[in-house]
């Protein structure tokens, strides 16, 4: 009784919506419709899969409404949301070009992700010459860098806006090595490290026999920030927003900038060496983390 017939098609009602879902056409061919419930039984039945996530733009928003209720009428899943197995529809908005429009080329087609990481890695690495650094790097290096920087900052500037709003592609800003840019966050794990090796001290060891000890206020607030790291990725993957985690990654790098900064706070050759390293490497060791979940590559000199 799920699936009926009507002006030829087969079909889904679904209650509290006008139209139906086709899930054979009238003259016996298949849809989205047809496909995607095939592929749900499969990823259900065969793979054993316990979340199921669609990521497409908002556009479809009414289509998987309408596929998961059918779904749910079928007892393929569970009627409440926190149950498993469960399908969620993650829709994102669009990119925008900087003349407000959807983001084309010059010949109104679309643009390839390729062609976007490719060119930002080679404004990353003119940036990285510029600064000098073809003298002082090796031609590896120097590639790897601008890889990492330039595959990062599109990621990144996908990743920080909430997935529902729209957003304006621009590479200026994406590249900035200020603000909340992948370019600022990368830089800023390779200032930690290069700090922890300028100590001279085996880190390794600090960590099997230093203590650490959060005196300061400064050192407080950034050790609290880093003990939200779980409950942060938690709410990203619950409710499905990498930008939460953007969030919290920025303002671990702020945190962490007052902190070294405040000359109450001196790291090497301080009385409280031992612990201030501990806590920058704790503070690498998470951005890593935040970096691993975005898909960035972290970078460790500049």
Same mark, same amino acid.
């Given at each position: 009784?799920?699936?009926?017939?009507?002006?030829?098609?087969?079909?889904?009602?679904?209650?509290?919506?006008?139209?139906?879902?086709?899930?054979?056409?009238?003259?016996?061919?298949?849809?989205?419709?047809?496909?995607?419930?095939?592929?749900?039984?499969?990823?259900?039945?065969?793979?054993?899969?316990?979340?199921?996530?669609?990521?497409?733009?908002?556009?479809?928003?009414?289509?998987?409404?309408?596929?998961?209720?059918?779904?749910?009428?079928?007892?393929?899943?569970?009627?409440?949301?926190?149950?498993?197995?469960?399908?969620?529809?993650?829709?994102?908005?669009?990119?925008?070009?900087?003349?407000?429009?959807?983001?084309?080329?010059?010949?109104?087609?679309?643009?390839?992700?390729?062609?976007?990481?490719?060119?930002?890695?080679?404004?990353?690495?003119?940036?990285?010459?510029?600064?000098?650094?073809?003298?002082?790097?090796?031609?590896?290096?120097?590639?790897?860098?601008?890889?990492?920087?330039?595959?990062?900052?599109?990621?990144?500037?996908?990743?920080?806006?909430?997935?529902?709003?729209?957003?304006?592609?621009?590479?200026?800003?994406?590249?900035?090595?200020?603000?909340?840019?992948?370019?600022?966050?990368?830089?800023?794990?390779?200032?930690?490290?290069?700090?922890?090796?300028?100590?001279?001290?085996?880190?390794?060891?600090?960590?099997?026999?230093?203590?650490?000890?959060?005196?300061?206020? &400064?050192?407080?607030?950034?050790? !609290?920030? %880093?003990?939200?790291?779980?409950? +942060? *990725?938690?709410?990203? /993957?619950?409710? #499905? @927003?990498?930008?939460?985690?953007?969030?919290?990654?920025?303002?671990?790098?702020?945190?962490?900038?007052?902190?070294?900064?405040?000359?109450?706070?001196?790291?090497?050759?301080? &009385?409280?060496?031992?612990?201030? !390293?501990? %806590?920058?490497?704790?503070?690498? +060791? *998470?951005?890593?983390? /935040?970096?691993? #979940? @975005?898909?960035?590559?972290?970078?460790?000199?500049?």
């Amino acid at each position: 009784g799920l699936v009926e017939e009507s002006q030829g098609a087969r079909v889904i009602f679904i209650e509290g919506i006008n139209i139906p879902l086709i899930v054979v056409k009238s003259d016996g061919g298949f849809n989205y419709a047809s496909t995607d419930l095939a592929a749900l039984w499969y990823r259900l039945n065969e793979e054993k899969a316990e979340w199921i996530i669609y990521v497409t733009d908002v556009g479809q928003q009414q289509h998987f409404d309408m596929f998961f209720k059918a779904a749910k009428r079928a007892g393929w899943l569970p009627q409440g949301d926190s149950s498993y197995p469960k399908a969620s529809h993650v829709g994102f908005g669009l990119v925008l070009g900087e003349d407000g429009k959807r983001f084309r080329t010059r010949n109104t087609e679309v643009v390839r992700l390729v062609d976007l990481l490719d060119e930002a890695k080679v404004r990353s690495k003119a940036a990285l010459i510029e600064r000098g650094k073809g003298e002082e790097w090796t031609e590896e290096e120097i590639e790897s860098t601008a890889e990492a920087v330039g595959y990062g900052a599109v990621k990144y500037a996908d990743l920080k806006n909430n997935r529902l709003t729209n957003y304006t592609f621009n590479f200026d800003q994406m590249l900035n090595d200020k603000g909340n840019t992948a370019v600022y966050l990368l830089y800023a794990h390779a200032r930690i490290c290069s700090i922890i090796r300028r100590s001279g001290k085996d880190i390794e060891e600090l960590k099997n026999k230093g203590t650490l000890v959060l005196g300061h206020k &400064d050192e407080r607030d950034l050790g !609290l920030h %880093l003990l939200q790291f779980a409950e +942060v *990725v938690e709410e990203a /993957c619950t409710n #499905l @927003l990498p930008n939460v985690l953007c969030d919290y990654l920025y303002n671990l790098s702020e945190i962490f900038s007052k902190f070294y900064s405040n000359p109450e706070c001196k790291v090497i050759g301080s &009385d409280m060496e031992t612990s201030r !390293l501990l %806590l920058c490497e704790a503070t690498a +060791v *998470v951005m890593r983390k /935040c970096f691993s #979940l @975005l898909g960035i590559t972290p970078i460790y000199k500049i």
